[in-house]
Nanobody, 115 residues
Framework: VQFVESGGGLVQPGGSLRLSCAASGFTFSRYYISWYRQAPGKEREFVAGISSAGSRTNYADSAKDRFTISRDNNKNTVYLQMNSLKPEDTAVYFC?????????WGQGTQVTVSS
């Protein structure tokens, strides 16, 4: 049972990145999946979430109008398209799902926004 995130990297302010999160070991299509992030010295915070069928999405205020979460249940993958990136978006980005009483986190992918 795991998430594997990818797609992070170094990008200039105003640039874009697309993060991917591949799931395995559980019935992916049954669960709400979220992206969280944690910047150095700060607490982990919610970024965006998507319902099991992809019909409902939620965003933190900091992500609205710039980030888009989506999923492909045939590929057991959730995505985070990030546009107009800012230096304050620099963080490690994690996938998360609550599988009953079990909290599943990925290992994270680093996003650095810097000129």
């Amino acid at each position: 049972v795991q998430f594997v995130e990818s797609g992070g990297g170094l990008v200039q302010p105003g640039g874009s990145l697309r993060l991917s999160c591949a799931a395995s070991g559980f019935t992916f299509s049954r669960y709400y999946i979220s992206w969280y992030r944690q910047a150095p010295g700060k607490e982990r915070e919610f970024v965006a979430g998507i319902s099991s069928a992809g019909s409902r999405t939620n965003y933190a205020d900091s992500a609205k109008d710039r980030f888009t979460i989506s999923r492909d249940n045939n590929k057991n993958t959730v995505y985070l398209q990030m546009n107009s990136l800012k230096p304050e978006d620099t963080a490690v980005y994690f996938c998360y799902a609550q599988l009953g009483a079990y909290d599943l986190w990925g290992q994270g992918t680093q996003v650095t926004v810097s000129s």
